[in-house]
């Protein structure tokens, strides 16, 4: 079992009224079909950290990980 | 009948002590709108070239426009023009606040600035009269006391006074120019023209209304941006986290910008995050006119070593970093307070951080010792001698002091000894605090900004990274329809920059903020529209308005080029073609040299210039209705 944590930081916490979503996989799954089971639009995330790299969409969950994601955000 | 715009444009001749009122035609105003295009229209038709930027010639100009003043949400904005003493360049600098709307219900559009007075003065503006008064007895005043005076010598506390410290009276070069104490024409040292003309602040108050097309429609348009914008996920955020929401990400990701460039990684980074700030010294947040996001920040510490007075605001996401983790310090309240000294002494924190941090990386390679700091230890974490940098360089103090209030541009040349290589910099000005390297776009306009690097120059490329992107969903009436990678460079990336670089220049004309609109919030294409034909009465289109756009940036182009601007300065620090080093980020990243300069020619020709020297053609002086000014490239063109 790989349990995947999604950790919300900035305004996703905001627009998801939550900290975090946990979802259970039986084998390796790319964030980008978590973020599509836990209804997340690439449109709103920036940046993705998976321990302590910054990963691409396409990257594999090979393990249970905290999936943490940064969102869009500009200037100031 | 006029709507939206007075009519009126105030010339004062401080050497004289004279002024006059000119009345343009409609046709004027609708062809440069305000702000940056009213400025340059004056700069390029009174000022000759090469004129001396701190010498009585150069013009310094106020601009708000048709549109400021009116109660659309966030459209404070308004624009200072000058040739820039940092850079040699064209100048100018855009604050929110109240200053530009209060300036057009006192009577003016803008104000056209020339010579120098031989006293120091200040300038009051009530209901379309004019005095010129004395300010012997501001001088040498911090903005805080100033304003208390200014107000309580006219007897009214609802004038709005923009207004220069200590740093523009002593032409640092890169001072600014600050309205109600905490919204800074920040960049590009025009605090120090305003110093060179010995005028210690502008006053300015109205009591009519503006003439407004339909009032009711603006109204309504209003109405419903602002109940969007209260549930607005990410304006929400602007306003419970500010600007530095994003430093989470940057420190998070390893692009936050640390130690003079070094690195993206820094270690403390969670110190400078907006949590931290929210739980230890963030007092409240205030907005500007007509805006319910209220996203800036006001800071108060009191503590027996250290005191931050609220007064002068709070460092918002630029000063944090470059006030902080660029000079390699982590501590809140010490930024606070290096933040509380650069407003009162009105200088821009980004240009002072910067050159901090390069004196500092300096001191570390053995280029400056310690009988040049006058015994202060100068290496990155050492946050009192940072505050000690400050005063000295606001007080231009005899040695260091003096020599960094030249920027750092100018400084390393002074110091030689391969100084210039720990320099950050675009035709002269240092740059912001947003990586380039994760944001290629970002990167085009630093390079391409005419008046030095500039972090808001277009919006940033993660608004157009995806098919359901604010940027792409929302900005297809401009011809956005596909979405395109923050690190991309390509065609693609570099054509969107382009439309992007147009719409926020015309942005900066007309005073509108882009935490209101899309791609950044919420207010849409269509209403940002409606709020100007009802504001002006002109049945305007988004042809045209870019076409605005794209007139000032060319007016820019020429004002440079005769200024001796050549297509190689638009380019970017070397530290960007080079990985990251450090961090979760370590080993990637660099941009390629090759295709950077390619993406620049390929900008040249989409603006239809010379796609080597970057000479606009004829045919677009003409299409923009700027065969006035095909003079000025003539030889360059032949």
């Given at each position: ?7 919300f ?8 009224l ?8 039986e ?27 910054i ?22 | ?27 004027f105003?609708r ?7 009213i ?18 010639d ?21 624009t200072v023009?000058a040739?820039s ?30 010579g120098?007075?031989?006293t ?15 300010a ?27 207004q220069?410290?200590l ?9 600014n120019i ?12 025009l ?13 300015v ?30 304006s ?35 110190n ?16 500007c ?11 108060e ?10 007064l002068?605001?709070?460092p ?29 002494y ?37 946050k ?9 360089i606001?007080?231009?103090e ?10 750092s ?54 608004f ?12 297809r ?24 670089d ?30 100007i ?9 988004w042809?045209?308005l ?63 210039w ?21 003079d ?7």
């Amino acid at each position: 079992m790989i349990k995947v944590k999604i950790l919300f930081t900035g305004y996703l916490k905001n627009k998801f009224l939550t900290d975090t979503i946990e979802l259970n996989y039986e084998k390796p799954v790319r964030v980008h079909t978590v973020l599509k089971e836990a209804k997340i639009s690439p449109a709103d995330v920036w940046i993705i950290k998976v321990e302590d790299s910054i990963v691409k969409e396409d990257y594999l969950l090979t393990k249970s990980n905290e999936v943490k994601l940064f969102p869009v955000i500009g200037g100031g | 009948m006029s709507y939206g715009y007075t009519g009126s444009i105030l010339h004062l001749d401080l050497s004289s002590k004279k002024y006059w009122i000119e009345h343009p035609e409609e046709n004027f105003y609708r062809t440069y709108w305000g702000g940056r295009a009213i400025g340059l229209y004056y700069m390029l038709k009174e000022m000759k070239p090469k004129t001396d930027p701190l010498s009585p010639d150069n013009l310094l100009i106020f601009a708000p426009s048709v549109i400021t003043g009116t109660p659309a949400p966030a459209i404070p904005r308004y624009t200072v023009c000058a040739k820039s003493p940092l850079t040699g360049a064209e100048g100018e600098a855009e604050a929110g606040g109240w200053w530009g709307p209060e300036l057009k219900k006192a009577g003016f559009d803008a104000l056209i600035i020339k010579g120098s007075s031989s006293t120091s003065i200040y300038l009051w503006i009530k209901d379309g009269k004019v005095e010129i008064k004395d300010a012997t007895h501001l001088w040498g005043e911090n903005t805080g006391t100033a304003q208390k005076i200014i107000r309580k010598e006219l007897a009214d506390d609802k004038i709005r006074i923009a207004q220069i410290g200590l740093a523009g009276e002593n032409l640092v070069r890169f001072a600014n120019i600050v309205n109600e104490l905490k919204h800074f024409n920040g960049r590009n040292g025009l605090g120090a023209v305003m110093g060179s003309k010995k005028l210690k602040a502008i006053a300015v108050r109205g009591t009519k209304s503006l003439k407004i097309y339909n009032k009711e429609k603006v109204k309504e348009i209003a109405k419903q941006i602002s109940q969007r914008i209260m549930y607005n996920p990410l304006s929400r955020d602007l306003r419970e986290l500010g600007t530095l929401a994003v430093v989470r990400p940057f420190y998070e990701a390893g692009c936050l910008p640390s130690y003079n460039w070094t690195t993206g990684y820094f270690k403390e980074g969670e110190n400078l995050t907006a949590e931290t700030y929210n739980k230890t010294i963030l007092q409240k947040t205030v907005g500007c006119y007509a805006c319910p996001i209220r996203c800036k920040r006001v800071a108060e510490v009191n503590e027996s070593d250290i005191k931050v007075d609220p007064l002068y605001g709070g460092p918002e996401y630029e000063t944090i970093v470059s006030l902080g983790s660029i000079c390699g310090i982590s501590d809140l309240k010490y930024i606070a307070k290096a933040n509380e000294l650069c407003n009162k002494y009105t200088m821009d924190t980004i240009s002072t951080g910067m050159t901090i941090a390069f004196a500092m990386q300096c001191y570390q390679a053995g280029l400056l010792t310690k009988k040049d700091t006058e015994g202060i230890e100068l290496i990155f974490g050492n946050k009192e001698a940072m505050l000690k940098m400050i005063e000295k360089i606001a007080h231009r103090e005899i040695g260091l002091g003096d020599l960094l209030a030249q920027g750092s541009y100018i400084a390393a040349q002074r110091i030689g000894k391969g100084a210039e290589n720990f320099i950050h910099q675009v035709k002269g000005q240092e740059i912001p605090m947003h990586d380039p390297r994760v944001k290629t776009g970002v990167g085009l306009s630093y390079a391409l900004a005419d008046y030095g690097a500039d972090h808001m120059k277009a919006p940033h490329d993660p608004f157009f990274k995806d098919k359901d992107s604010v940027g792409i969903k929302e900005m297809r009436g401009l011809g956005i329809l596909e979405p395109v990678s923050p690190t991309d460079l390509s065609k693609k990336k570099v054509t969107l920059f382009k439309l992007l670089d147009i719409y926020w220049s015309l942005f900066n004309i007309l005073g509108v903020c882009d935490f209101g609109y899309v791609p950044r919030s919420v207010g849409t294409l269509e209403e940002l529209l409606e709020i100007i034909r009802s504001a002006t009465g002109w049945r305007t289109t988004w042809f045209e308005l870019m076409k605005v756009g794209e007139r000032s940036i060319n007016m820019a182009r020429i004002f440079n080029l005769r200024e001796g601007f050549i297509s190689q300065d638009d380019t970017l620090p070397e530290v960007f073609f080079k990985n990251f080093q450090g961090g979760p980020l370590d080993g990637q990243g660099a941009i390629n040299k090759k295709n950077f300069k390619k993406a620049l020619k390929l900008r040249y020709e989409l603006m239809g210039w010379d796609d080597d020297t970057g000479v606009p053609s004829y045919g677009k002086l003409l299409e923009l209705g700027l065969s006035w000014l095909i003079d000025e490239v003539k030889d360059k063109n032949d």
